[in-house]
């Protein structure tokens, strides 16, 4: 299951962890948000330990929205060390995709 961040936790599981990291910045009433919800949670459940798997509720997180400039949703940010090595717009996006791009980190 995919973790949630918050301002609160967001540098400690994101920014300051050795592993790779992929946050789902979602709304509740986005459409193609929910469609993927189920692949972030599997990708998350595969993973296991190898990697970080969270979600950012862009209404009730709106700062750490836009620090990171979220514009459209659902938008996939994949960190390494604390930076940003990738990213993804949209719901065009299957788990071995994702698992792929953790893995290349």
Do not use: H
Not at 2 to 17: H, I, M, R, S, Y
Not at 26 to 47: F, H, N, Q, R, T
Not at 49 to 56: F, P, S, T, W
Not at 72 to 91: M, Q, R, W
Request: hydrophobic residues 45%; charged residues 30%; aromatic residues 8%.
């Amino acid at each position: 299951m995919a973790k949630q961040f918050t301002n609160e936790n967001f540098k400690a599981e994101v920014l300051d962890t050795d592993k790779p990291v992929l946050v789902d910045f979602w709304a509740e009433w986005c459409g193609p948000c929910k469609m993927i919800a189920p692949l972030i949670d599997k990708v998350s459940d595969e993973l296991g330990d190898a990697a970080v798997v969270g979600k950012v509720d862009v209404d009730s997180q709106q700062e750490l929205a836009r620090e990171y400039g979220i514009q459209s949703i659902p938008t996939l940010l994949f960190f390494k060390n604390g930076e940003i090595k990738d990213k993804v717009v949209g719901a065009a996006v299957t788990a071995d995709l994702l698992k792929d791009k953790l893995s290349a980190l």
